[in-house]
């Protein structure tokens, strides 16, 4: 009953060493990834922020500072960080997206109910 | 008798709702009167021209203690000194504005022939461009200067903003001025209406959200926040950039329908400018 016990416990000990050896492997990976971004992922990453904010722009919906963070995206592509300039870049382009769908979803004038 | 219960409901709110939309200007008016009234039913209808003093007693005050010595007081003189002295080719601002400098109350209105909202500082620099000059930059400095003079000339003049009849352009204008109110925008997602109508008297840090009407009679201010005398088109620029909205350029088509808007709900309210604010 008692080496059982130890057992158990020992069994349970290579599972939880194991799953944060994983852990830290897969977060090793994933900054792996980060710092193999290229100069070509970060200018598509800024061609395709531009697109969404000049898209929420047509429909005067674009953000206060969506055209900001792109200018820093491309500072970071020029200084060489690929990885910071393709993660501001994404961040724009939610924004544009973002700020397209707000006004495309009020083209109808709804007043509200407190306006009666 | 279930289908027609539903039908009847559904047909009620549509013809509540299409009404609702399609409120006159006048109708509108009267909303925001009763809104306020309700909201503030101390506040006399007359004392919104002090904006937010209004409804803010203890900002009147310091307000109140501020208009012993106007700060805007060398905006006006500025501004007299520019309408009294002649541009390059020997004409003055009184030939393009013969009853003026008391012209405020006729500002903003619609131009049939241009088919658009006209404001005072874009007629100014019309009359800038037509006699040669540069046009002056609409945001602060020389336009607040001269709006300034005529604003002081023009007080207890009335808010008289008219939508013509015979052209359904003028109305158009002011539906899209109402539509801009009342659009969310921005990062944060707030219309105009949110804070001057759903919100007004709450506190927003430290400041307490004023009314709608009102807001336009007092324009250009000396805001204690700038250190400097600004327009109404920068204030609606602040606004927008407040809620993290890309500000719209002064005196382009959506800020002058939305003065045209916006002035219509002070019908009748004398103007008090230049003013102070913090």
């Known amino acids: 009953m008692r080496k059982t016990k130890y057992l158990g416990i020992l069994v349970l000990a290579f599972i939880l060493v194991g799953g944060i050896g994983c852990a830290t492997a897969s977060s090793d990976k994933m900054s792996s990834m980060k710092t193999e971004m290229t100069a070509d992922d970060a200018t598509a990453a ?14 005067s919906g674009e953000w206060r500072d969506t055209g900001k963070i792109i200018g820093e995206a491309e500072e970071a592509a020029k200084a060489g960080d690929f990885a910071k300039a393709v993660k501001l870049a994404n961040k724009a382009k939610v924004q544009g997206e973002r700020g397209y769908e707000q006004m495309v979803s009020q083209e109808k004038l709804r007043l509200p109910s407190y306006f009666k | 008798m279930k289908k027609i219960v539903l039908m009847t409901t559904a047909l009620l709110m549509v013809v509540g709702f ?84 008391a012209i405020m109350s006729k500002y903003p209105h619609w131009n049939k022939e241009k088919g658009s909202v006209i404001t005072l500082p874009l007629a100014l620099n019309a009359c800038r461009e037509a006699n040669g000059e540069k046009p002056l930059k609409y945001n602060k400095g020389a336009i607040a200067n001269i709006v300034s003079y005529i604003a002081y000339e023009s007080r207890d003049q009335v808010t008289n ?53 009102g807001q336009t009679t007092h324009w250009p201010v000396y805001r204690s926040k700038w250190g400097e005398m600004g327009t109404l088109h920068r204030r609606f620029k602040g606004c927008n950039e407040q809620v993290r909205a890309k500000a719209f350029k002064p005196h382009g088509e959506e800020y002058r329908n939305l003065e045209y808007f916006l002035t219509y709900q002070s019908n009748n309210l004398p103007l008090n400018g230049p003013g102070a604010r913090k």
């Open chain 1, 46 to 59: 800024i061609a395709a922020a531009d697109a969404a904010r000049k898209k929420a722009g047509s429909v």
């Open chain 2, 161 to 213: 903003v008219v939508i013509p009849k015979d052209d359904p352009r003028a109305l158009e204008a002011y539906e899209m001025g109402k539509k801009f109110y009342f659009t969310k925008r921005g990062q944060l997602n707030f219309s105009c209406a949110n804070c001057h109508l759903q919100n007004v008297g709450m506190v927003l840090r430290t400041e307490i959200l004023g009314p709608a009407v």
């Open chain 2, 18 to 101: 299409s009404n609702a939309v399609m409120a006159s200007p006048e109708e509108d008016r009267q909303i925001f009167l009763n809104f306020y009234k309700e909201r503030f039913p101390n506040v006399p209808q007359d004392d919104y021209i002090n904006g937010v003093y209004a409804i803010d007693p203890v900002g009147r005050e310091n307000w109140e203690a501020i208009e012993e010595f106007p700060p805007y007081e060398t905006a006006i003189d500025a501004g007299k000194s520019m309408w009294d002295t002649a541009f390059a080719n020997g004409k003055t601002y009184s030939d393009c504005f013969p009853d003026g400098p």
